[in-house]
């Protein structure tokens, strides 16, 4: 997968893996890491789906509508990927937060949903549920936060509820952070991730 990853002063610390939205690529969320943790650790890698040019994670067939197939091919792609990078840049596996925004924060959801020890935590900005009817692995010690909009109009408020309820279900700790806002990612929910990361 294509990808940039920068050595932090910090090896103590986890290392970000930073999912961009729709369109974006491994530059987008950059500033976002320098904003949460410098001394971290960066990993920051572009979806491989083309939808119309634009990169994404994973596949859809419509508005809110997931590739289930694809997701579920394109969650063990990126969870594979995270092995060998451990491997090549020498950080710990076991110690990866997850940054996510839109249809990164969903391929985020979907490494919690389906492998135990993907990650130790994650950020994620307006993420969808991932999948449903299927029971979670036990995710008992990991740290999640959600930053979702009351006025989403592509996720819209009781997604953002069930979410964390089914993410609580499986044993996480889950901050559910609300903006009067859409779906666009603001610095006052990326100043309040820092603080819950901090924390």
């Known amino acids: 997968m294509k990808h940039i990853f920068k050595k932090g002063n910090d090896q103590s610390k986890p290392t970000l893996l930073l999912l961009h939205g729709t369109g974006g690529t491994e530059e987008d969320l950059l500033q976002l890491a320098e904003i949460i943790d410098k ?4 990993l920051s890698v572009r979806g491989n789906v083309l939808e119309n040019g634009m990169p994404r994670f994973f596949k859809r067939l419509a508005e809110g509508v ?3 197939d694809d997701l579920i091919f394109r969650t063990k792609e990126l969870n594979e990927f995270l092995d060998v990078a451990s491997v090549k840049y020498e950080f710990d596996r076991n110690n990866i937060t997850a940054v996510g925004y839109s249809n990164g924060a969903n391929i985020a959801a979907s490494l919690l949903f389906h492998y135990k020890d993907a990650l130790k935590g994650a950020i994620l900005h307006h993420p969808m549920v991932p999948r449903r009817g ?10 999640i936060f959600i930053a979702a ?3 989403d109009p592509i996720c819209p408020a009781q997604e953002s509820e069930e979410l964390k309820t089914l993410l609580e279900n499986a044993g996480s700790d889950v901050e559910l952070h609300w903006e009067n806002r859409g779906h666009q990612l603001t610095m006052d929910e990326v100043q309040a991730a820092t603080t819950w990361y901090k924390n």
């Open 66 to 68: 997931f590739d289930e």
């Open 39 to 42: 001394e971290a650790n960066v």
């Open 134 to 143: 299927i029971e979670l692995p036990d995710l008992s010690g990991k740290s």
């Open 149 to 151: 909009g009351t006025n």
